[in-house]
């Protein structure tokens, strides 16, 4: 019954608070050159190094000598003439070259302009121990510093965190949209929300589910119950081809549950199981949410 009731979804009409949603357009990035840099050519840039443990750094450089720099490291030209590259972001890796005796790296090499906004973020991620932020945006910060192999030890002393909370924000915004982050920085979902949406959608779904939810004034607990009220791993299993149906669907359930009156949430969640229709399209089908 829950794929006809999906089917049905198709033609349903949400109506979302406040103004109508206006479409977004991702600007495509600046293509640039990677370049082979020697290593030795490469410095740090002013207020960018930091101390490493380079035993900290062994499941790197094992990384590095089995498969290589997969990811290249961002340098600009030094202007002081010396034919020196000043090293922006990855020195981890270019540690580990050096330790392991590769000579040259890969690298893109940015001009001043450019520089200057990536020496503004990498200042962030070195310092953030010295800074009041966000938890989002530690957050974010923790992700990027286990992108850039730096150990979970490591980024969970720095950051003031255990272990686990590092492992589960990486797990957490792992593939991430832009349109995901965007949202968690304006704080139409917070990082509790998330969490909760990154454990029952897939990274693909993601951002469409971020993006309607974001719509609504919703608790944790209310999103959580919701999404076992619809049954959600049940209609996860319906296949790929439902996915449309099955976010409309759930775009529908929050905009109602956010217009019903305060009670319980057993209470709410019954009278969104009242409130869903019987019949789409011309099919008939079940209510998918338990009272």
């Given at each position: ?11 349903l009409e949400i109506?979302?608070?406040g103004?109508p949603?206006v ?10 050159r ?15 190094g ?15 000598e089995q ?5 290249p490291?961002t ?6 003439d010396?034919?020196?590259y ?7 890796r ?5 330790l ?11 001009d001043?302009?450019f520089?200057?906004?990536e ?5 962030l991620?070195?310092?953030?121990a ?6 989002i945006?530690?957050?974010l ?13 490591s980024?969970a002393k720095r950051f003031?965190?255990?272990p686990a909370t ?13 349109r995901e982050?965007?949202?968690?920085q304006?704080?139409?979902v917070?990082l ?12 693909e ?15 944790t607990?209310?999103l ?5 009220a619809?049954?959600?791993?049940d209609?996860?299993?319906?296949g ?10 759930l ?5 109602t549950?956010?217009r ?8 709410r969640?019954g009278?969104?199981a009242?409130?869903l229709?019987?019949e ?8 998918a949410?338990?009272?």
């Amino acid at each position: 019954m829950a794929t006809e009731v999906l089917r049905g979804l198709e033609d349903l009409e949400i109506q979302a608070p406040g103004e109508p949603r206006v479409p977004r357009t991702r600007r495509a990035p600046k293509q640039q050159r990677i370049q082979s840099i020697p290593v030795v050519k490469i410095r740090p840039e002013d207020g960018l190094g930091r101390k490493r443990d380079r035993d900290g750094h062994l499941e790197l450089r094992r990384s590095i000598e089995q498969f290589g720099v997969l990811t290249p490291v961002t340098v600009r030209v030094a202007p002081d003439d010396s034919g020196d590259y000043l090293l922006i972001k990855g020195q981890g890796r270019t540690l580990a070259c050096r330790l392991l005796g590769i000579e040259k790296i890969p690298a893109i090499v940015v001009d001043d302009t450019f520089a200057e906004n990536e020496k503004v973020q990498q200042f962030l991620v070195e310092n953030v121990a010295r800074l009041r932020m966000r938890p989002i945006d530690r957050a974010l910060l923790i992700a990027r510093a286990r992108q850039e192999g730096e150990e979970t030890a490591s980024v969970a002393k720095r950051f003031g965190v255990t272990p686990a909370t590092v492992r589960r924000l990486e797990s957490q915004l792992e593939g991430a949209s832009t349109r995901e982050v965007a949202a968690l920085q304006r704080g139409n979902v917070n990082l509790a929300l998330h969490a909760v949406i990154a454990r029952y959608l897939s990274p693909e779904e993601r951002s469409e589910a971020v993006h309607a939810i974001a719509e609504y004034t919703l608790k944790t607990k209310e999103l959580e119950a919701l999404f076992e009220a619809l049954g959600w791993k049940d209609l996860v299993d319906l296949g790929p081809g439902q996915r449309q149906a099955r976010l409309k669907l759930l775009a529908w359930a929050c905009a109602t549950l956010h217009r019903l009156p305060a009670g319980s949430l057993e209470e709410r969640l019954g009278l969104l199981a009242a409130e869903l229709p019987l019949e789409f399209s011309g099919a008939a089908a079940r209510p998918a949410v338990a009272g």
